[in-house]
Nanobody, 125 residues
Framework: EQFVESGGGLVQAGGSLRLSCRPS????????MGWFRQAPGKAREGVSC????????RYADSVKGRFTISRDYDRNMVYLELNNLRPEDTAVYYC???????????????????WGQGTQVTVSS
């Protein structure tokens, strides 16, 4: 894996977590970055992405208003803030690189070529 995710854990419904993604090899500041998740028995889905500097953010409808993606150019990190968590948010969360530097990012999995190992988020009811 080229990225290392952290920050997952067990939280009660309504709680919050902050996921972090750091590169083991790449400079994240050169690429669009995305967060995906995969729940047991389900396909991996796009959660959020962020374009290049000044780039726009995008969110899946299921997380709009609850999750916030951001990037720290000085620290070469990407974050995903998860608020008002629900049991259906339970999944392994992955950060990934879209090999583009653009204002608009893509939430389709096929647009990403490099992935982390994932971090588990479990939300209890």
């Amino acid at each position: 894996e080229q990225f290392v995710e952290s920050g997952g854990g067990l939280v009660q419904a309504g709680g919050s977590l902050r996921l972090s993604c750091r590169p083991s090899k790449y400079n994240l500041n050169n690429w669009n970055m995305g967060w995906f998740r995969q729940a047991p028995g389900k396909a991996r889905e796009g959660v959020s992405c962020i374009g290049g500097e000044g780039g726009r953010t995008r969110y899946a409808d299921s997380v709009k208003g609850r999750f916030t993606i951001s990037r720290d150019y000085d620290r070469n990190m990407v974050y995903l803030e998860l608020n008002n968590l629900r049991p259906e948010d339970t999944a392994v969360y992955y950060c990934a690189r879209e090999p583009k530097w653009s204002v608009l990012c893509d939430l389709r999995e096929s647009s990403y070529d490099t992935w982390g190992q994932g971090t588990q988020v479990t939300v209890s009811s």
